[in-house]
């Protein structure tokens, strides 16, 4: 099945080259951001402003989908592992839901049984960087250091080739990042759905991440999960349940993109 995701991901990598090799960007800012938005209330989109939407519009990088069409779709970041992760992809597998898992080159080598499961059952990985560092800190050269090391790694391990979405750490970026990763075939991915849910000891309980999900669910919306956290995992089968029940499906990254592609 991943075989069919990274002929998708290609074509996908080339009409993004194609169409951003006729823009002439202006010079970057040096400024940094800190990615945010307010957060979707009533089934309502969520809102990054009209800075961030221009930014992200003019650079080819996405927080949303269509916001009226009722697909959503899932996301995870995983820096570390916490135990978790296998009964997140046991849930997913179950429901027949498409992800992305945005890894860090810690995670390639500290959990690769796991990676190789995300890929033979049909998940995408993202780029979130090898190292995790600030991106809007590092030189042109650095920024694209940090994502070949991951994806060389990411080849050595599973024979994947390369990846084609980036996240940045923290969620901080500038312009000048988001350009860079376009020049060399990433496409940046930030998110519209998401809440304090990193702390790998909490004890919140499962509705906590329930209702903040239930809350937040819109048309669209992209969901950042962190996989270190047990409310997460398991709040995913009732809220995937329940978002199936509203009317909702699940899409993928490939789907969002070539959507936006097309129009």
């Known amino acids: 099945m991943w075989k069919h995701h990274i002929f998708g991901l290609t074509l996908i990598a080339m009409a993004i080259t194609l169409a951003f090799s006729f823009v002439n960007p202006d010079v970057a800012s040096a400024n ?3 990615w945010g938005f307010t957060k979707s209330k009533d089934g309502k989109p969520a809102d990054a402003g009209a800075q961030f939407e221009t930014i992200l519009k003019e650079n080819g990088a996405f927080y949303r989908g269509n916001p009226n069409k009722k697909v959503i779709y899932l996301s995870f970041d995983n820096g570390f592992e916490n135990g978790y992760t296998e009964s997140i992809l046991d ?3 179950k ?3 498409p992800a992305t898992f945005f890894l860090t080159g ?3 080598t500290s959990a690769t049984d796991l990676v190789k499961r995300m890929i033979k059952e049909g998940h995408i990985i993202g780029n979130h960087s090898y190292g995790h560092p600030d991106m809007s800190k590092l030189s042109d050269e650095e920024l694209v250091k940090e994502w070949k090391k991951f994806d060389d790694k990411l080849k ?3 024979g994947i080739k390369r990846t084609y979405y980036v996240r940045p750490p923290k969620g901080i970026f500038s312009e000048r990042d988001l350009r860079v990763g376009n020049e060399h075939g990433y496409t940046h991915v930030f998110w519209d759905t998401a809440f304090v849910d990193w702390h ?3 004890t919140v309980g499962w509705e906590y991440a329930y209702d903040e999900l239930m809350d937040q669910l819109h048309p669209g919306a992209v969901i950042l999960l962190h996989t270190v956290a047990k409310h997460n ?3 995913l089968p009732k809220f995937i349940e329940d978002a199936k029940k509203e009317g909702y499906t699940f899409g993928s990254l490939d789907d969002l993109v070539m959507e936006n592609l097309m129009e």
Request: aromatic share 10%.
């Open 32 to 34: 940094s951001y800190h």
């Open 91 to 93: 849930t997913l597998k």
């Open 95 to 97: 429901e027949e839901v």
């Open 106 to 108: 810690h995670y390639l």
């Open 156 to 158: 050595e391990l599973t």
């Open 200 to 202: 790998a000891d909490s």
């Open 233 to 235: 995992a398991d709040a």
